[in-house]
């Protein structure tokens, strides 16, 4: 049985940030498509770039505060200062990578007057329940899904998963622009042509 789409949720009275996770090992492009869309598309108010701290199961390439100073130059270069899309310093600050359960706990403590939706792409809705307390996670969080290759029909994500899907909001004169680029691609082109082959995937 699929999930119940947060749309049927009356709507809530609070500013509404979408939470966007990721090493950010370096920040692409795509990474704040993602950001603004969201935005665009009505799904959030704001959203809000979380760069981890150190995880046990990822390498990365720069240490965590590096990747904030990037994820924060990125924004500034490319997000207009107006529009609502930020850079949050909680996982860095906290030295260590902090599982999604309790990041997003933190940051309701942190930010009553907030309502919080966590970023994922449609492959990931049935990993969800093995996830650090992934129980627990989907019961007290809202997702906002984005298309991804690889999707598992909605009929396989987990029961009771309180979700926006961002292909709901899309429209003629507000379409869904997307891109493959992942962090991973952006660094083996730095490492293959230089900053100069990046710049058109690396702000």
């Known amino acids: 049985m699929p999930g119940v789409k947060t749309d049927a949720i009356p709507p809530s009275k609070r500013k509404t940030v979408a939470v966007i996770g990721g090493s950010f090992d370096p920040p692409t492009l795509a990474h704040l498509m993602v950001a603004s869309q969201v935005v665009q598309l009505g799904c959030a108010d704001e959203a809000w770039m979380v760069p981890c701290g150190n995880r046990p199961d990822k390498d990365t390439q720069v240490d965590a505060a590096t990747r904030l100073r990037m994820t924060q130059a990125a924004i500034e270069a490319v997000i207009p200062e107006e529009f609502p899309v930020k850079c949050c310093d909680i996982e860095v600050a906290n030295g260590s990578f902090i599982p999604t359960v309790f990041l997003m706990r933190r940051l309701r403590e942190g930010h009553p007057d907030i309502a919080f939706r966590f970023v994922i792409g449609t492959d990931l809705p049935p990993t969800l329940p093995d996830w650090d307390h992934g129980d627990e996670l989907i019961a007290e969080n809202e997702f906002i899904v984005l298309p991804r290759p690889d999707s598992k029909p909605e009929s396989e994500w987990p029961k009771g998963l309180k979700y926006v899907r961002v292909t709901d909001r899309v429209t003629?004169?507000?379409?869904?622009?997307?891109?493959?680029?992942?962090?991973?691609?952006?660094?083996?082109?730095?490492?293959?042509?230089?900053?100069?082959?990046?710049?058109?995937?690396?702000?």
């Not at 507000?174 to 230089?194: F, K, M, Q, W, Y």
């Open 172 to 203: 003629v004169d507000r379409p869904l622009l997307t891109t493959d680029i992942s962090s991973t691609a952006a660094r083996n082109r730095l490492r293959e042509l230089g900053w100069l082959g990046a710049a058109s995937i690396v702000p």
